[in-house]
């Protein structure tokens, strides 16, 4: 009987957390069917799946709205500001979790309060800085962007990984022959890996959907990022639904795949950014 | 001095060059930019000339500027929010932690508004939210058509849609921060609950709610934070501001007396306005924390 009233006492529970998720995937059934649907159909029926199922709209999407190229665009920004916040930000955690020198803490502290600062404060000087330096509508230059607003991150948790790992296991490097450098090479970075995977997946679910930046200092249209892309088919096409939930479909899909493939890792991620205060 | 003598004895500067490359990044996209807005900020830029402008950008942006201030009405009608995350949040996370199945599913399924783009979410969301778009749809045939409106264009409602996309993609961080609120929580105070005869809503109101006060704490102030100076993408896809000022937020007018007024003294002074009350909220919830803790 108890155990009667345990499961009668959640049907309530499992009705309301059915109804937020269909509110939750609710909108992908829209961009779904509207991806597969030709534009005449989409006139006449709105609502429901399509009668015939086509890849028109996204054939055009990449084909002749430069989409290919975005995705391609998106892809070398988000790889390269996170292979450069990774070289950069290693070495940087190294020192500050196993090395001792004056103002440790205080640039330490400096560094992580950084966290969070947001991107309209001091985007417009960046941008009047990139452009004198010419780069503008470049990878290097947004990727640099990218890349100082994920260190703070990047070096918060490193730094509290590193400072995990014994001295002992460092000491008996050192013994075996190690530097300084080799240590860092071969003991602490391949004893760090889940960390590295939970950076890389939020930096990359970050980066790619991010627009500001991007839509900042990349102006020209064959630099676009997908986001980019997605907010310009938007502002010229507005009469071509199909592409554009075609465009958000493909800006979504990556992230949501990368998502379920990472899921550990992304979760542990929003957590230890949280943990900090 | 102490310091000084300190500098001298470190024989070691190696540390530092691990370090350098990190810090010239932050100097370069942080505190040269911070350290500009200011100085531009009395400045007006005119012909490629800079012209000292005094306190003036801020007392007209104070004192005359009525779409900065339609902003930061706005900026404050939009903290509705924190509340309702808090509630929403804490709901959906004590009842996902209860012993169900299909938990992993749920909590799966919850978390992917989270992870797409705001751009995304914002053109899905403009085409559902129209006059003739999906939700009225399915108002008019659920009978609820006395509820159709036009979202986005109304300009008393705009905020209010605006506010649910918001909500719809942003709460799913607050549902993971709670499930491991909750997760930290010693089962046995639930198990000494359980003796004394406490039923569900004793459990939540009397354990779980006091022992999650620092999460709580740590999401109201992160929300506040997000509703001041991390909405800009939500505002520029779905409504651009509009209509007529309507949605506008201190960001986008930012962005606006920026690019498209070209007022970048201006634009440089708003930015130190919300730096400063940014900053100033931060420095206020620390110290309250600290006077607590003391107490405490």
Redesign the interface.
């Known amino acids: 009987m108890a155990s009667m009233r345990a499961s009668l006492f959640?049907v309530p529970?499992?009705i309301?957390?059915i109804i937020?998720?269909l509110?939750?995937?609710f909108?992908?059934y829209?961009?779904v069917i509207t991806t597969f649907k030709s534009r005449d159909e989409f006139y006449i029926n709105?609502?429901a799946p399509p009668e015939n199922w086509t890849l028109e709209g996204v054939i055009t999407l990449y084909t002749d709205y430069g989409f290919g190229r975005a995705t391609l665009n998106s892809v070398i920004v988000t790889f390269l500001s996170i292979v450069i916040t990774l070289?950069?930000?290693t070495?940087?955690a190294?020192?500050?979790s196993k090395?001792?020198?004056?103002a440790?803490g205080f640039?330490l502290s400096l560094?992580v309060a950084?966290l969070?600062?947001?991107?309209?404060?001091?985007?417009?000087?960046?941008y009047?800085?990139m452009s004198k330096v010419n780069l503008l509508d470049s990878y290097i230059g947004v990727s640099?962007?990218y890349?100082?607003?994920n260190?703070?991150f990047y070096?918060f948790l490193l730094t509290s990984f590193f400072r995990a790992i014994p001295q002992e296991i460092l000491d008996a490097g050192r013994i075996d022959g190690c530097n300084?450098f080799e240590l860092l090479k071969k003991i602490i970075v391949p004893l760090s890996r889940p960390v590295y995977a939970t950076l890389i997946v939020i930096s990359t679910?970050w980066v790619?959907?991010?627009?500001?930046i991007a839509m900042m200092f990349l102006r020209k249209d064959d630099m676009h990022t997908?986001?980019v892309a997605?907010?310009r088919i938007?502002g010229r096409y507005s009469m071509h639904?199909e592409l554009?939930?075609a465009?958000?479909?493909f800006?979504?899909l990556p992230?949501?795949l990368?998502?379920?493939a990472g899921?550990k890792y992304?979760?542990q991620g929003?957590?230890s950014g949280?943990l900090k205060? | 001095m102490d310091?000084i003598r300190?500098?001298k004895n470190?024989r070691?500067y190696?540390?530092?060059l691990?370090?350098l490359?990190?810090?010239l990044?932050?100097i370069?996209?942080?505190f040269?930019?911070?350290i500009?807005?200011l100085y531009?900020s009395f400045f007006r830029f005119a012909g490629g000339k800079a012209i000292f402008f005094g306190l003036n950008n801020y007392k007209y942006l104070l004192l005359t500027d009525t779409i900065a201030r339609r902003a930061f009405l706005n900026n404050l009608t939009l903290l509705l929010i924190v509340p309702i995350f808090l509630i929403l949040a804490i709901l959906?996370a004590v009842?996902?932690t209860?012993k169900?199945r299909?938990r992993g599913l749920?909590q799966?399924?919850?978390?992917?508004?989270y992870?797409?783009?705001?751009?995304?979410?914002g053109?899905?969301?403009?085409?559902?939210l129209r006059f003739?778009g999906?939700i009225n749809?399915i108002l008019d045939n659920i009978g609820l058509d006395v509820l159709i409106h036009n979202w986005l264009g109304d300009p008393k409602l705009a905020i209010f849609s605006v506010m649910s996309v918001i909500v719809?993609k942003e709460l799913?961080?607050g549902i993971?921060?709670f499930i491991?609120g909750i997760s930290n929580i010693n089962p046995e105070i639930y198990e000494a609950a359980k003796i004394d005869g406490a039923n569900w809503w004793q459990n939540l109101f009397y354990i779980t709610i006091p022992q999650l006060k620092?999460v709580i704490?740590?999401y109201i102030?992160?929300n506040v934070?997000v509703i001041?100076?991390?909405i800009?993408?939500y505002v520029?896809?779905l409504t651009e501001g509009g209509p007529v000022n309507a949605t506008t937020i201190l960001?986008l007018r930012?962005?606006n007396l920026?690019f498209k007024e070209h007022n970048?003294g201006m634009?440089?002074a708003l930015?130190m306005l919300?730096?400063l009350m940014?900053f100033v909220f931060v420095y206020l919830q620390f110290r309250l924390r600290q006077e607590t803790l003391e107490e405490s």
């Not at chain 1, 090395?99 to 004056?102: P, R």
């Open positions: 959640k529970i499992h309301i957390l937020y998720s509110i939750s995937i909108p992908f829209y961009v709105v609502y070289i950069i930000a070495p940087a190294y020192a500050y090395m001792k020198f004056i440790r640039l560094t950084l969070g600062v947001p991107v309209m404060i001091v985007i417009i000087p960046v009047v800085l640099l962007v890349t100082a607003f260190l703070p070096i300084r679910i790619w959907n991010e627009l500001l997908v986001t997605l907010s938007v639904p554009i939930q465009g958000a479909f800006v979504a992230m949501i990368l998502f379920l899921r992304f979760i929003l957590l949280a205060e | 310091f300190r500098l470190q070691d190696k540390p530092y691990y370090i490359p990190s810090i990044l932050l370069f996209v942080f040269y930019p911070l500009q807005n531009r959906f009842l996902i209860e169900i299909f749920y799966t399924i919850i978390i992917i508004p992870i797409i783009s705001i751009v995304a979410a053109v899905v969301f403009s085409r559902l003739d999906i749809f719809w799913p961080f993971i921060l491991a620092s704490n740590f102030v992160y934070m001041f100076a991390w800009f993408t520029y896809v960001e930012i962005f920026a970048m634009a440089s930015a919300l730096f940014i």
